[in-house]
């Protein structure tokens, strides 16, 4: 039983961590990409 539990924490805590990286690049990955075609918006218009 306490084998069980402390795993289940231990995989909860992983995934969590997991999860919060993968926002972290979704979101890092999806600016720069912002950035990238604003910037070839703005190379585009000179």
Known sequence: ???HDWQSSS???RL???SLYILVLGVWAVASFLL???WRER???D
Do not use: F, N, V
């Open 43 to 45: 190379s585009r218009s």
């Open 36 to 38: 990238i075609s604003a």
């Open 11 to 13: 995989w909860a805590r």
């Open 1 to 3: 039983m306490m084998d």
């Open 16 to 18: 969590e961590e997991g």
